[in-house]
Nanobody
Framework: QVQLVESGGGLVQPGGSLRLSCAAS????????MGWYRQAPGKQRELVAH???????NYADSVKGRFAINRDNRKNTVYLQMNSLKPEDTAVYYC????????????????WGQGTQVTVSS
């Protein structure tokens, strides 16, 4: 079955940068949509960035111009480059893959990663 494994989170000072990675594993034929979500303490989960298989991108207004999402379809991996980080970016970041086609059967799956902590603090 499909698994998503995130990496790259950690502690960074305001103005710094982090690069998150999320690798999907399994007998994957294709993934239509990949994205990053985040959830801060006391807040609801929100979409940070989204990218389609064809490379169409969407960003939350709060991260436009600072974050960039990319993907490598051959590696089934999505990245989130985070620059000019602010304390309000502090959250658990979750990777998501949607409309995942696998070799067994014809169903499409939605898969979530376990999350990685990003803390922006001086």
């Amino acid at each position: 079955q499909v698994q998503l494994v995130e990496s790259g989170g950690g502690l960074v000072q305001p103005g710094g940068s982090l690069r998150l990675s999320c690798a999907a594993s399994g007998s994957i034929l294709s993934i239509n949509d990949m994205g990053w979500y985040r959830q801060a303490p006391g807040k609801q989960r929100e979409l940070v960035a989204h990218i389609t298989r064809g490379g169409s991108r969407n960003y939350a207004d709060s991260v436009k111009g600072r974050f960039a999402i990319n993907r490598d379809n051959r590696k089934n991996t999505v990245y989130l480059q985070m620059n000019s980080l602010k304390p309000e970016d502090t959250a658990v970041y979750y990777c998501n893959a949607d409309s995942v086609q696998i070799s067994a059967g014809n169903k499409l799956y939605n898969v979530w990663g376990q999350g990685t902590q990003v803390t922006v603090s001086s």
